[in-house]
T-cell receptor, first 113, second 110 residues
């Protein structure tokens, strides 16, 4: 069974530029999550989708971050404009439903210069 | 939300059992205990979860005390590839949200 796919693995941008990350969850998983992990800390949930609807985006900085999950499968997370403090690993995870184990991708490491 | 407490770091010799403790004294009766680990430069990996009974799978065993206030993750024969940060998490029952703390850095030594 294929795992959660994320791309790109690494991205370097300058502040005020925009960037987008892509995630393809495990086939059949209805719930998709985006996490931000700053160096030395545990992952922090940014947004959670159930199919193509948003369940929780309370921790998403909506002035600069946006996410969508079209057709309830793939998802993209966008940052526009990026700030220095956005430098982090962005992790995508999926699960069969709202409860149960979450399965994570390898993440995208973003460096904002 | 049930808060968990884990030691910041532990060492284990290769081939020996690694026993990772976790305190969750405020856990509610219907909340599960989940364990994840994160190997350097990888995403977190689900290991095991349980409610009140002991659980075992191909990766590890989970022992939950009778009062459910603490648990222990056991890796029966640790290898160098088990070196990772181990997170004990009690997801919120109302929405199953995972809140990651700092976890325990387990270092398996040759």
């Amino acid at each position: 069974e294929a795992g959660v796919a994320q791309s790109p693995r690494y991205k370097i941008i300058e502040k005020r530029q925009s960037v987008a990350f892509w995630c393809n969850p495990i086939s059949g998983h209805a719930t998709l999550y985006w996490y931000q992990q700053i160096l030395g800390q545990g992952p922090k949930l940014l947004i959670q989708f159930q199919n193509n609807g948003v369940v929780d985006d309370s921790q998403l900085p909506k002035d600069r971050f946006s996410a969508e999950r079209l057709k309830g499968v793939d998802s993209t997370l966008k940052i526009q404009p990026a700030k220095l403090e956005d430098s982090a690993v962005y992790l995508c995870a999926s699960s069969l439903g709202l409860a149960g184990a979450q399965y994570f991708g390898a993440g995208t490491r973003l460096s904002v210069l | 939300d049930a808060k968990t407490t884990q030691p910041p770091s532990m060492d284990c010799a290769e081939g020996r059992a690694a026993n990772l403790p976790c305190n969750h004294s405020t856990i509610s009766g219907n909340e599960y205990v989940y364990w994840y680990r994160q190997i350097h430069s990888q995403g977190p990996q689900y290991i095991i979860h349980g409610l009140k009974n002991n659980e075992t799978n191909e990766m590890a065993s989970l022992i939950i005390t009778e009062d459910r206030k603490s648990s222990t993750l056991i890796l029966p024969h640790a290898t160098l590839r088990d070196t990772a940060v181990y997170y004990c998490i009690v997801p919120r029952y109302r929405d199953y949200k995972l809140t990651f703390g700092k976890g325990t850095l387990l270092t398996v030594n040759p």
